[in-house]
């Protein structure tokens, strides 16, 4: 019997940074490379780590972001709520999901339990829960934004793992940021870096199969 953990944002929900910094900045990010270097500049600096961590609320994360790149506060601030607003549901992913939770029931299906571990704000979480239902198909799972933990650090993990007592020989994690699955491998988890739901089902096949359908 396995527990699977998934990661959120890519993964079970739209996450498109490029897309959302050159819809919000057209003149900034009029090339890929542009797009991707702003991008890395809002999302991966110690700023929007912060915001994760429940470290900052909406307004100051937006504040710091301007101030720090001089950039126009009001279009940062749309930024962040687009950020919030792009969080919908990944068809396939959400349709694998929807499998795994009737095998979760099936005693025979190997499947133990579902949990998502998240680098989330507390206002997009809690967006998150109020919207989507399916939410409860979860057994647990951990928002970064409640615990003033993020991913990769190896503390979330282990919070993960003690509170739900998960075996690391037993847990799948699935995440599309290869220094979080590093993480996860690090601590004895089976961890998949996510590229595409038929590559995930294809690994999914090889370890509890034969309950996954793949691809034909």
Same mark, same amino acid.
């Given at each position: 019997?396995?527990?699977?953990?998934?990661?959120?944002?890519?993964?079970?929900?739209?996450?498109?940074?490029?897309?959302?910094?050159?819809?919000?900045?057209?003149?900034?990010?009029?090339?890929?490379?542009?797009?991707?270097?702003?991008?890395?500049?809002?999302?991966?600096?110690?700023?929007?780590?912060?915001?994760?961590?429940?470290? +900052?609320?909406?307004?100051?994360?937006?504040?710091?972001?301007?101030?720090?790149?001089?950039?126009?506060?009001?279009?940062?601030?749309?930024?962040?709520?687009?950020?919030?607003?792009?969080?919908?549901?990944?068809?396939?992913?959400?349709?694998?999901?929807?499998?795994?939770?009737?095998?979760?029931?099936?005693?025979?299906?190997?499947?133990?339990? +579902?949990?998502?571990?998240?680098?989330?704000?507390?206002?997009?979480?809690?967006? +998150?829960?109020? %919207?989507?239902?399916?939410?409860?198909?979860?057994?647990?799972?951990?928002?970064?934004?409640?615990?003033?933990?993020?991913?990769?650090?190896?503390?979330?993990?282990?919070?993960?793992?003690?509170?739900?007592?998960? %075996?690391?020989?037993?847990?799948?994690?699935?995440?599309?940021?290869?220094?979080?699955?590093?993480?996860?491998?690090? +601590?004895?988890?089976?961890?998949?870096?996510?590229?595409?739901?038929?590559?995930?089902?294809?690994?999914?096949?090889?370890?509890?199969?034969?309950?996954?359908?793949?691809?034909?």
């Amino acid at each position: 019997m396995v527990d699977i953990v998934f990661d959120f944002g890519a993964v079970l929900f739209g996450w498109r940074p490029l897309e959302l910094v050159a819809q919000a900045f057209p003149e900034m990010a009029g090339t890929p490379q542009a797009a991707k270097s702003l991008a890395h500049a809002v999302f991966a600096h110690e700023d929007w780590m912060d915001f994760d961590r429940g470290h +900052l609320d909406c307004e100051h994360v937006a504040a710091r972001t301007a101030h720090r790149l001089s950039l126009d506060l009001q279009r940062v601030t749309a930024l962040v709520d687009a950020v919030g607003n792009g969080l919908i549901p990944l068809p396939q992913t959400l349709a694998l999901l929807r499998e795994l939770h009737a095998l979760r029931h099936n005693g025979g299906s190997g499947v133990r339990g +579902l949990y998502f571990l998240s680098n989330m704000s507390e206002p997009f979480s809690r967006m +998150l829960e109020r %919207n989507y239902d399916f939410l409860e198909w979860f057994d647990g799972g951990i928002f970064s934004g409640d615990v003033q933990l993020i991913k990769p650090e190896p503390a979330i993990y282990t919070l993960l793992q003690s509170r739900y007592a998960l %075996n690391p020989e037993t847990t799948i994690f699935i995440d599309d940021m290869p220094y979080n699955v590093d993480a996860a491998n690090a +601590l004895g988890w089976h961890a998949i870096h996510f590229s595409s739901v038929e590559q995930l089902r294809n690994e999914l096949a090889l370890l509890i199969p034969p309950a996954i359908h793949t691809p034909s």
